[in-house]
């Protein structure tokens, strides 16, 4: 059993949790007529959450065994990470809200990095 695939699969969970929420949340915004209710929040969480679910059948198929899921789960983990940081760097691009959960997505995914690209991780 490899536990660092594990774990990051759960933190990947996580980041698709927080995901949801935000769209939730972003949804509720909406239909309160709300100036935080951006498209280009609409857009970007759109696009945060299909990717978590891109990144979670990915770890299913590393914790599985699969060498080609863990590669494509370290290539979307990677630009991901990139995105964040360049969405949060942008001052006034996202509402601050928005920008926060970012933080808190980019964090998760820094920590699935450190597990999944350690030499010794394997599918």
Do not use: H
Request: charged share 10%; aromatic share 6%; glycine share 4%.
């Amino acid at each position: 059993m490899n536990t660092p695939l594990k774990t990051a699969r759960l933190l990947v969970a996580c980041y698709a949790g927080l995901s949801a929420c935000s769209l939730v949340v972003l949804v509720a915004l909406t239909l309160a007529d709300s100036p935080v209710a951006t498209t280009a929040a609409w857009i970007r969480l759109c696009i945060v959450f299909a990717t978590s679910l891109l990144m979670l059948a990915f770890a299913r198929g590393a914790v599985r065994g699969s060498s080609r899921a863990l590669l494509r789960w370290r290539i979307v983990v990677a630009i991901m990470i990139v995105a964040i940081a360049v969405v949060v760097s942008i001052p006034g691009l996202f509402p601050l809200w928005l920008q926060l959960e970012q933080i808190v997505c980019g964090l998760l995914l820094i920590a699935v990095a450190v597990l999944i690209f350690r030499r010794q991780t394997t599918a």
